[in-house]
Each structure stands twice: as C-alpha cells, then as structure tokens.
C-alpha cells in the first residue's frame, strides 16, 4: 500500500503532458475583444439605454451557438456594450426575442436556476488563470443571481454582494443594464485585461449562445473559453475598504420532547469585510447566527456512511474552493459543516484572495464555545495555491482542529484526540481547452497513534471531447486517517473506479444526442491476510441516454452489485436485525429516468428501480413535479419511496419521503417559502416557514417557523410498533432575524 504516492508521483509527471505541450492562453482570448472605457457621466440604472455612453461604447458581435449545436451564430441576436466610472462597472444588454409568446422565467427569487429561466450572464475572469472568476446573471424577470467561480467550470450560486440591475421587457427584446461595484470583485492591481464572456439562454428556441465560442459539452461559465475586455488604462489600486454587517435575532423555542418550558432568546453579532487591496480581503465574525439559512433536503439513508449535506452559510462562502475543493467528494481534510452546528461560533476570521499574479492564499481561524458534553475548540487551516503551466495549479495545506478549556475532564485514553493535524500537497491538472482534468494528492493525519495507516491519497484524470468523455481514477485511504474537522466517507481502503460516455449526434429533428455509458466502481481491503487485496465492493453500471430537441431527456440503466460487510449492517437502517459481517451479497437492478421538457410550467423528473437488493429486494420511486406560476412562484413536490422486502427475521420496510415545497416571490425584495418533509425513516415530519424582505441590497428581515412532529403511520411501523401518537409535536421555534449591510 505504501506504492501508491510512488505511482501518484509517476503518474503525475506524465500528466502534465497536455498542459504543457498545450498553448499557454485561453482559446478565445486573442480573437474575441471588447474595449472599455471610462466615463465620468452619470449611469441610470433603469434598464434604458437612453444615455450616451451606451452611443459610445464598443459593441459585442454576434453570439455563438453552444446548444443544441455549437456551430453558427445564435437565432435570438445578443448585444452587450460596457463602460465604467471610479467606483462600478456598467454593463449593457439588450436581448432580441425572434419568439412571440410569454418568456419563461421561474419566479423573481434572487439565486434562479439557469436553465430553467430566459436569462443573460456576465462571467468575469479578472485573475486571468481561467479559473478563478466572478458570475452576474439577471432573468428576463428581474431576478439577480451571483457566484464565485473555481476549477474554471463551476460557479458558487450562495455567495452573495450588493449589486444594482433592471429589466424592461419588450414584444420584441428585452433589455437590462447592471452596475457592479469594484468593491465586490477581486483583480491584480495594473491589469489592463480581464477575461469576459457573455451568456444568454432563451428557452423558447432551446437556444444557449455565448459571445465567445464553446464546445457544447462543457458548461456556459467555462472561463477556459473567455474572451478579452480590454481596459483603456490600467486598474488602479482599491485601496482600504470595509463593509459591516450587524444583525440582531429574537428567538423563542420549546422541546415538548424534554417538557421544558418556553425558551426565550436575544442576540446579536456582525460580520465585517475588509478589501486590504484589489485581490485580497479580509472576512471577520462576531457571534454569528445561521438561523436563516434555508433547511437542508432530507434524504432516505440506506447507505453505510455518513451523508453529505452543502455549506449554505455566507461566512464560509467567499474565496471558499481554497478549502472546499480540498480533497474529492468523499475524502475532504476539511469540511466547514462541521463547526458551529452541535456548538455556537464564538469568532472567526478569513484572510483569502491572491498573492501576486500566480498565488492564492486562505487562511481561517474560528472559535467554539462548550455547549453541554461538546468541547469548545479552534479550527484553523491554511491553504496555499501556485498556479503552473496554463491553468493547473498545486496546493499545500495545513488543518489543525484542537480542543480549548477545560480538557482534563477528557478520559485519559481519548487524551491523543485533543488535537487533530492534517497536512497534504495536491496537484490539479487542467489543460487551456479544458479536454484534460485531473487531480493527485497526499495527506497526512498528524494526530494519535503515527504508526497506524494514517495517510490518504488518490489520482484521477479525464479527458473530454464533443463525442467522448473517459476518466480513471484511483485512491488510497489509511484506515487511521482521521479527519476531525472534514468529511471522509470511508476509511481503510483502495478504491479503483473509472468510466466512458460516448454521444451520437444524429441529424435530426427530434433527437440532440444519444449514447452508451459505462461507470465501474471497485474497492479493496488493502490489509487482507488472505491476499494482497481483496474485494469487498463492486458497482457496474451500464446506460443508455437520450437526450430530444424539446429538452426532454431519458436514461435507461443496468447495475451490478457486489458488497462484503465489513461490519454489521441492516439494509433498512431501520433498527433492525443486522447482517453480520463477513457475508457478501452480490445483485443485478434495472432502472429508468426521465426528465420532461422544463420550459414548460408544468414538468416533472420521474426514476423506477427495482431489483435485488443484499439478500432480498428492492422497489425503488422517485420523481420531483414541479409547476410554475410565473413570475411569481412555484410549486414543487420531492418524493423517493422504498419497498423493500427482505427474509425474516430481518426488517422488511416501506420509507417513504416527501418533500413539497411552496416557493412565492411577490415582488424581488419579498419572498415566501414552505418547506415541509416528511420521512418516516426516521420517523419525523418538518416544517419549515421563511419570510424574507430585502428591504435594501443584501439587507434582509428574516421571520422563520420551524416545527418538527412524529411522522403518521402511513404502512404500518415497520418494527410493529407504535410509540406515539401521529403529529405529536417533537419541537417548535421561532425566529426574527434583522441585518444591514452598511458600505
């Protein structure tokens, strides 16, 4: 097992084959350019382009085509125009509608999902590392929508800031104009130019279009594939600036469960943001309160590990890839979910942004008060980042989690978990076009015993065209790897997994594409007595996906399981009789998904499995109906429901999730969201009620009601029996929450 960082290291040298043989610009940024220029002339941000400046300013040319084809300029024309003043970018749009009829929008909820709106976007690459960047969108409805780029293709939607836009809607085009404030990007200091694209989505044509080209496989954020605003003088220095953000909360609670009485609350804290230069700033929290934050999405758990759930907390959010992308999905050093949830956050501090052109770093620091048996405790981690070659990059970081106070009360033999060090270098590789991506990383745990197997470490590379995408991967995991403060799904294994999609793209008036898949997932105990390594998962999958002109979509899957138990497990996680450990079980399950065109107000995503399932079987449904109410809300309805049969004396179970979620949004500034699940898996129904006013950018009034009761029997208990009565109430609160964000 020690050979695996060796064949990492082997392995890595190879991959730097296409970054470095490719050409060391992005593929856009010399033949598509617009200028900018400075103005000292007022800017109304009306959504009229009557001043003139708009007369003035270079105009974009004709957009591209990126889906269903990514050949030709698009049908419905685009023209986008910029300018600026000492303190915000202006941008110019106007968005021509060759379609008559209604255009569809999902609601005026800031945050919309993009293919589910006709909408425009702005992505800026202001670091010029085809990476790193910053995303402004605005629906032909008004809603805004913002993120922070990373890994050059994703984009974080919860990262918030005060930006200005308006929309006015025509028969024939709609036209919208933004400002967006220096103070809310991040850029070198000197630059004269930015990557830029610009992106629109009109959903009557089934059209996206970008000013820029793209390949249609990859997505419309892609900063690979920006082209070149060109300033005419260099940026200038931002200089010292800071935002605060006080807020104050009001909060009455009950636990019907402990017969307490009415629990009464007040707090208060602030948040500050300090820019200590163009490319660097400064986050600071007092106290910080997270009881807005919208309620997770429960899910049925019949897994063998820990679920996942995302970070939603805007803390936690800016410069937040330096520490999130950390790792892969299911081996992450740090995980800032794991703070401030069981305990409250005393203070915290981010200091993040970049270090020159190639260098990025993040460091953060926060501290937990005792809560109960919770230990208070500090979490501090360190990330350093230097970009190589065109846009990969290699990263070094270093996690401490160590218990503060009182510790002696901690039992002498846990005494070595007081603290818990993590330290790794990582590679990420990423080719100019973006066909070539890849990751190789070590870590080391620090903490407790060091002769145990305490190291984790992978390699994953891919490659993808318009026709194939294929990728490879392996990992290693010590069984005495521990990560206090991150996310490790398993532990003490080799994992080997890997896959091919090929796409057909057929001349046709009904079909995009269509194509085979294929994923395998292997793992191995690599500390078996009886051999080298021996199996212990399997997972063959092999599909069939269609995808159709009117943005209806299907796959048609086959999947083979092997599992060994390494320990006792029941299927239901029910409570049940456990399968020992020891025992494998091998099975074969069929499936279909499809998806329905979301233009439409009414759509739905409907999956059926059934099958083997360890030693009995498995009914498997699911589906999400939606429907729209535009522009001011929407309906949706979540529900996975299990049958599964197993032999007695084993638990057979019926589990059944539902979701239905009310979403209205009665002008851009006043929301209204119902949320309620119920999961009889863990026998508890949810209620949760959110009132928001934006009463002023990024300033909110936040009214939240949450409720959590006993789920009604609807099958029957699955272990015959009935412990209370349906809707008994478990616990209530309420919450008012009032915060100002003060430039």
């Not at 695996?4 to 082997?10: D, E, G, M, N, V």
């Not at 400075?38 to 001043?51: M, N, Q, R």
């Not at 702005?122 to 670091?127: A, G, P």
């Not at 910053?134 to 008004?142: D, K, R, Y």
């Amino acid at each position: 097992m020690y050979k695996y960082p060796i064949l990492l290291i082997s392995v890595l040298l190879f991959s730097t084959w296409p970054s470095s043989n490719g050409q060391d610009v992005a593929v856009n940024r010399d033949k598509y350019r617009i200028s900018i220029r400075h103005t000292d002339k007022a800017v109304h941000i009306d959504g009229i382009l009557d001043e003139e400046v708009w007369t003035q300013a270079e105009a974009t040319g004709p957009f591209q085509r990126v889906t269903p084809v990514d050949t030709g300029f698009a049908t419905a024309k685009t023209e986008v125009k910029l300018t600026y003043d000492k303190s915000n970018i202006y941008v110019g749009v106007i968005c021509y509608d060759p379609t008559p009829g209604k255009r569809p929008v999902e609601s005026l909820r800031r945050d919309y999902t993009f293919m589910k709106n006709d909408n425009f976007m702005i992505f800026f690459d202001t670091y010029n590392d085809q990476t790193n960047g910053f995303a402004f969108g605005i629906s032909a409805a008004g809603a805004q929508t913002e993120g922070l780029q990373y890994e050059g293709t994703k984009v974080l939607y919860s990262w918030d800031i005060k930006w200005r836009s308006a929309v006015k809607n025509y028969d024939d085009r709609w036209v919208t104009e933004f400002s967006i404030p220096f103070r809310s990007v991040r850029y070198s200091e000197g630059d004269t130019e930015w990557g830029v694209n610009f992106g629109r989505q009109d959903l009557k044509l089934n059209e996206k279009s970008a000013w820029a080209p793209m390949p249609r496989q990859f997505p419309h954020c892609s900063l690979p594939f920006t082209g070149t605003l060109v300033w005419d003088k260099p940026m200038d220095k931002a200089g010292l600036r800071f935002s605060l953000i006080p807020y104050a909360t009001g909060r009455v609670t009950k636990d019907y469960s402990e017969e307490t009485g009415t629990d009464w609350k007040w707090n208060a804290g602030i948040d500050a943001k300090m820019i200590l230069s163009s490319s660097l700033n400064l986050d600071l929290t007092v106290n910080p309160d997270y009881s807005q934050v919208e309620v997770d999405r429960q899910q049925t758990n019949l897994d063998r590990y820990e679920l996942f759930f995302p970070e939603k907390r805007q803390f936690f959010l800016e410069n937040s890839d330096l520490f999130a992308s950390l790792g892969t999905d299911n081996v992450r050093p740090f995980f800032s979910r794991r703070i401030g949830l069981e305990n409250p956050v005393i203070a915290g501090a981010r200091l993040s942004g970049n270090l020159g052109k190639r260098w990025r770093i993040g460091i953060m620091d926060i501290q937990t008060d005792k809560e109960e048996d919770i230990y208070a405790a500090n979490y501090m981690v360190t990330a350093l980042q230097r970009q190589v070659f065109s846009r990969s990059n290699i990263s070094a970081f270093f996690i401490n989690r160590q218990l503060t106070g009182d510790t002696e009360s901690i039992p002498w033999g846990m005494r070595d978990f007081r603290i818990n060090r993590i330290a790794g270098l990582e590679y990420n590789l990423a080719s100019p076009d973006n066909r070539w991506t890849g990751k190789a990383y070590y870590h080391q745990n620090f903490s407790g015993d060091l002769a145990i197997r305490n190291s984790a470490s992978a390699l994953n590379i891919t490659r993808s065209t318009q026709y194939l995408t294929a990728s490879l991967n392996q990992a290693f995991t010590g069984s005495g790897y521990n990560a206090e403060a991150g996310y490790i799904r398993r532990k003490g294994y080799y994992q080997l997994n890997g896959g091919f999609q090929y796409k057909f793209f057929p001349e046709s008036k009904t079909i995009i594409s269509h194509g085979p898949a294929l994923k395998l997932d292997t793992y191995f105990n690599p500390y078996s007595s009886l051999s080298l390594m021996s199996l212990t998962d399997r997972e063959t999958q092999l599909l069939y996906n269609i995808e159709w002109l009117n943005k209806s979509s299907m796959s048609i899957d086959v999947r083979e399981t092997f599992i060994e138990l390494l320990s006792p497990f029941d299927p239901t996680n029910t409570g049940g009789l456990k399968l020992p450990a020891g025992d494998d079980f091998d099975w074969t399950e069929v499936g279909a998904t499809y998806s329905s065109d979301n233009r439409k107000m009414f759509n739905f995503v409907l999956t059926g499995r059934y099958g083997g399932y360890f030693n009995g079987n498995r009914l498997t449904l699911s589906g999400e109906i939606n429907y729209r109410v535009q522009p001011y809300g929407s309906l949706a309805l979540t529900t996975t429901y299990y049958d599964i049969d197993l032999p007695a004396p084993y638990n057979s179970a019926k589990l059944m999730l539902i979701g239905p979620r009310f979403d209205f949004t009665f002008t851009d500034k006043l929301f209204f969201t119902s949320f309620i699940q119920y999961n009889n898996q863990i026998d508890n129904m949810n209620v949760n009620l959110r009132f928001q006013w934006r009463f002023a950018p990024v300033s909110d009034l936040f009214i939240v009601y949450t409720q959590n009761s006993f789920a009604p029997d609807m099958f029957g208990k699955y272990n015959g029996n009935t412990l209370h009565d349906n809707f008994q109430v478990k616990n209530r609160g309420l919450v008012v929450k009032l915060s100002y964000w003060f430039n």
